[in-house]
């Protein structure tokens, strides 16, 4: 099972929308609707943002959504801030009841 | 307010065998219906699933490991543990404890802080 594949880096300024885009394969991403993503400050454990591609939990902000697309998922964040800086990890329930990570995202706000 | 703590030693030497403890809190695993797991990140590196365990003791867990991934769980004590035989410097990484939600869900809604675990002779 390979890890499902993100773009290294992006940045935006305050205020933009930037797109982190996640692509697996019909197994993992495009099979079930299973995809979350998570943010991951340094030092600190990972923080579901997503989960089950576009349902948010409680506590996180509507600034961040979800989305899909045969295989590959997308999180956007809205109204760029500074504290969004961070780096950003999708995940997908892969067929043989497994879970993949993608390889993150770093996010830069310029 | 649910918490997860891991517990362990923090070096090992190659070929020794990894264990870690995660203590539960604010949630009873025999009466769960969630399941409960080890994730790790290398230095620098990113996320690797590792197994899920439901209170029962049913598993999952990550192929590509190839068998030396062992879960098990306590629910005396409200515990889950990881044993991860013959490790080698590329087992060096932080350690996550996390409760994965529910039945079918497949993410991760509550962590521990991770527990760095260093392989070296």
């Known amino acids: 099972q390979s890890a499902l594949t993100q773009p290294a880096s992006v940045s935006g300024s305050p205020g933009q929308s930037i797109t982190i885009s996640c692509t697996g394969t019909?197994?993992?991403?495009?099979?079930?609707?299973?995809v979350s993503w998570y943010q991951q400050d340094p030092g600190k454990a990972p923080k579901v943002l997503i989960y089950?591609?576009?349902k948010r939990p409680s506590g996180i902000s509507s600034r961040f959504s979800g989305s899909k697309s045969g295989n590959t998922a997308s999180l956007t964040i809205s109204g760029l801030q500074a504290e969004d800086e961070a780096e950003y990890y999708c995940?997908?329930?892969?067929?043989?009841?497994?879970?993949?990570f993608g390889g993150g995202t770093k996010l830069t706000v310029l | 307010q649910v918490q997860l703590q891991e517990s362990g030693p923090g070096l090992l030497k190659p070929s020794e065998t990894l264990s870690l403890t995660c203590t539960v809190s604010?949630?009873?695993?025999?009466?769960?219906?969630?399941?409960w797991g080890w994730i790790r990140q290398p230095p620098g590196k990113g996320l690797e699933w590792l197994g899920i365990i439901f209170s029962r003791g049913q598993t999952h867990d990550n192929a590509s490991l190839k068998s030396r991934v062992t879960l098990s769980v306590d629910t005396s004590k409200n515990q889950f543990s990881l044993r991860l035989n013959s490790v080698t410097a590329a087992d060096t990484a932080v350690y996550y404890c996390?409760?994965?939600f529910g039945l079918g869900r497949w993410y991760l809604d509550v962590w521990g802080r991770g527990s760095l675990v260093t392989v070296s002779s």
């Open positions: 996390a409760r994965q």
């Open positions: 995940s997908s329930h892969s067929s043989g009841d497994a879970l993949l």
């Open positions: 089950e591609v576009s």
């Open positions: 604010g949630d009873l695993i025999s009466t769960s219906d969630h399941w």
């Open positions: 019909s197994s993992d991403i495009g099979n079930l609707n299973l």
